[in-house]
Antibody, heavy 127, light 108 residues
C-alpha cells in the first residue's frame, strides 16, 4: 500500500524559500499525478499543484504559479515542493497527496480524487 | 476560479440521525467533477465521494452524494460516532481545482 510522508523545516523566514519533500513508499510512483495541497490556519484547503510521474507534465494554481515549483526526483521515490519569497500568508499545514485518475472501460478519463495523503507538516513563516 | 460555498457551517446532530450537507458552486460544474472529503482533527482529509455520487474504496454506503449543475449534496443516512468531523466539497472540472470552506458535523 502506497504511503506518503512529508519532511522539511517547520520554520521559514519571510522572503526565504520553503522546501518540502514527500517520500513515496510501499508502491510505485508510476502512472500517477503527485500533488501538494495546503491548509492555512482556519481556512479552506488550497491546491498548490501537481506533477505527473514523467517528471515533465505539471500544473499549478495560478495564484501561486510565479513562486512555486514541484519536481520529481530522478530515482522516482520522492517529489518536492519549492515556494520562493514566502510571507506570513504561506503559513499552513502542507500535505502531499496522490491524485488518482479514473477511466472508463475504453480508457477515457472520467474523474479525479486525492486518494492517498501524507499526514501533513506544519510550516510557519516568521522571523 | 470556481468558488464553492458550503452550508450550513455547522450541523449539530445526534448519532443515528440523518445529515444533509450542501455545496453550491459559483459556476456550473460539468462532467460531474465534484468530490467530497472528510477530515478529523489532526488528520489529513479522506476522500468519500468522487464524480458526485461514486463512493471511494472502503467508504460505507451510509454516505451518498447527489446533485448537478451548481448544487450538490452529501447525505449521511445514519450518523455514527466516527462520522463527526469536517466535510469539504471539491471541484476538479476547471483548473484551479478548489475546495469549499467546510461543514462541521458535531455531536448535539
Amino acid at each position: 500500500q502506497v504511503r506518503l510522508q512529508e519532511s522539511g523545516p517547520g520554520l521559514v523566514k519571510p522572503s526565504e524559500t520553503l522546501s518540502l519533500t514527500c517520500n513515496v513508499s510501499g508502491g510505485s510512483i508510476s502512472n500517477s499525478y503527485w500533488s501538494w495541497i495546503r491548509q492555512p490556519p482556519g481556512k479552506r484547503l488550497e491546491w498548490i499543484g501537481y506533477i505527473y510521474y514523467d517528471g515533465i507534465t505539471d500544473d499549478y494554481n495560478p495564484s501561486l504559479k510565479s513562486r512555486v515549483t514541484i519536481s520529481l526526483d530522478a530515482s522516482k521515490t520522492h517529489f518536492s515542493l519549492k515556494l520562493i519569497s514566502v510571507t506570513a500568508a504561506d503559513t499552513a499545514v502542507y500535505y502531499c497527496a496522490r491524485l488518482a485518475h479514473f477511466y472508463d472501460t475504453n480508457g477515457h478519463y472520467l474523474h479525479d480524487a486525492f486518494d492517498i495523503w501524507g499526514q501533513g507538516t506544519v510550516v510557519t513563516v516568521s522571523s | 476560479e470556481i468558488v464553492l460555498t458550503q452550508f450550513p457551517g455547522t450541523l449539530s446532530l445526534s448519532p443515528g440521525e440523518r445529515a444533509t450537507l450542501s455545496c453550491r458552486a459559483s459556476q456550473t460544474i460539468t462532467n460531474s467533477h465534484l468530490a467530497w472529503y472528510q477530515q478529523k482533527p489532526g488528520q489529513a482529509p479522506r476522500v468519500l465521494i468522487y464524480g458526485v455520487s461514486s463512493r471511494a474504496t472502503g467508504i460505507p454506503d451510509r454516505f451518498s452524494g447527489s446533485g448537478s449543475g451548481t448544487d450538490f449534496t452529501l447525505t449521511i443516512s445514519r450518523l455514527e460516532s466516527e462520522d463527526f468531523a469536517v466535510y469539504y466539497c471539491q471541484q476538479y472540472g476547471r483548473s484551479p481545482q478548489t475546495f469549499g470552506q467546510g461543514t462541521k458535523v458535531e455531536i448535539k
